[in-house]
């Protein structure tokens, strides 16, 4: 038995050790926008992607939107679902429907030339979307 | 594979980390409401780790592991003397603590004129190592898998040593365990710091598969999951809360058409599962009769002089 644990601790380490690779180059920013649907829950989002670094818009790439709700980890997350590249470079269209009201983190995946992920916390309700408010710690309130 | 599939299993097999935490203490006979607390602390270690000091993902979940069982044992001491109710009150108080620590935790620097790292209640964004190292989301699976493999063997090693037999006998009877001789205070935070460790290795792929964490991430709900999924799955067996978090994530996922309903069909379950099989579905008695068909059916297991009958012994046969 040791050695059967030895043996898979031996594999675990080397997978850890292969997934040392060569560094990515772009990183991605993001703006999104979205609006309440015309159903309930639904959500119609514009996302604006540029390179982080020198602000170019990033286009000719596969979108995923994803959403988290941070709450619940895990539990409460939706299919993600692909965004459609705009006439405007670098901004992207999608619809997404969420099972409830509330605070979401949005992931937006990328892949193809630049692969990346941009994590982006909203909230959501019945017929508004905006910033989400934490709470904040006591003193430290930003205006 | 399809990347929301391999997303749903990356989920299931990081949450079984949390779950099997949680496990440990429940071998013992505690009932822990803070083990998301170790969980924070892993995903942030391992997230600053890797986003602020460049270290490999390999050192920077030890580190989490470390970090979170030395947070775990420095938990267990001052609540040795605490049982039941008093017990789980302590750990739930001790886990918002932690996350209201991480609401007032700032510590960021700036990389690539980026500033990176901890931000209080904002998180904790960029924890991107498997992107700046060109780790596919299939890649970072099978590694969730193989360290959930490795843990797994640690728990089959576990309970046929005699540390897993007094780890029973101590939530089976700890006055009982005491009389015979055996360490309680020493055992629980032995316990209680393999299961802060389980946890934080947890947290710190957590932080790394989703390349993001917050403090509200950590909240009492996840703590309440996980201690649900060893009382769903079974405390017979370590595979026991890695069908709860199955159950859970895994089966209610794929239900898309329960959406917002998951939470309330999960409460019912737990509580159903509570009058009908207190032990979960994979409880002592479900383990030992499997062992025995398994015994009688393979021609490996039929070993001169196993003796089978400890665990029976100890928790009576009881259901």
Known sequence: MRSIICTAAAIAMLALCGLEGAHAQVRAKAGVTCKPGTEKLQYD??????????????????????????????????????????????????????????????????????????????????????????????????? | MDDYLIGVLSNIGVISFIALSAYLLLLTGEISFGQQAFFAIGAYAAGIATALWGWPLALALVWGAAIGGAAAVLVGIPTLRLHGLYFAIATLAFAEMVRILFELFRYQITIDGELVGPDG????????????????????????????????LGFVLLERSRLGVIF????????????????????????????????????????????????RIFDVMLGVHSLAYGLIGGLGTALGPLLGVLIDIGVLESIRALSGYRMIIFGGLVALLLIVRPRGLLDENVVHKIGRFWRRISPWARRPGLNTGNRNNLTGGRP
Request: glycine share 10%; with cysteine.
């Open chain 2, 121 to 152: 209640a904002d998180g904790f964004r960029n924890i991107r190592y498997i992107f700046d190292n060109n780790i596919d989301a299939f890649q970072f699976l099978l590694l969730i898998y193989a360290l959930l493999a490795v843990v797994l």
């Open chain 2, 168 to 215: 029973r006998m101590i939530g089976e009877d700890e006055t009982l365990a005491g009389l015979q001789g055996v360490s309680i205070a020493h055992h629980k935070v032995l316990a209680a710091g393999i299961s802060g460790a389980l946890a934080g290795i947890g947290g710190g792929l957590y932080a790394h598969l989703t390349t993001y964490v917050e403090p």
């Open chain 1, 45 to 143: 989002c514009i996302i604006k992607l540029a390179n982080s670094k020198t602000n170019e818009p990033l286009s000719g790439l596969t979108l995923t939107v994803g959403a988290d709700m941070p709450s619940m980890p895990a539990a409460h997350n939706v299919r993600p679902v692909g965004a459609a590249e705009d006439q405007e470079k670098g901004t992207y269209k999608a619809r997404i429907v969420l099972e409830m009201y509330g605070d979401w983190a949005l992931r937006l995946d990328l892949s193809g030339p630049v692969r990346d992920r941009v994590v982006k916390r909203l909230r959501f309700e019945r017929d508004r979307v905006g910033e989400t408010t934490p709470a904040r710690a006591p003193g430290r309130h930003r205006h």
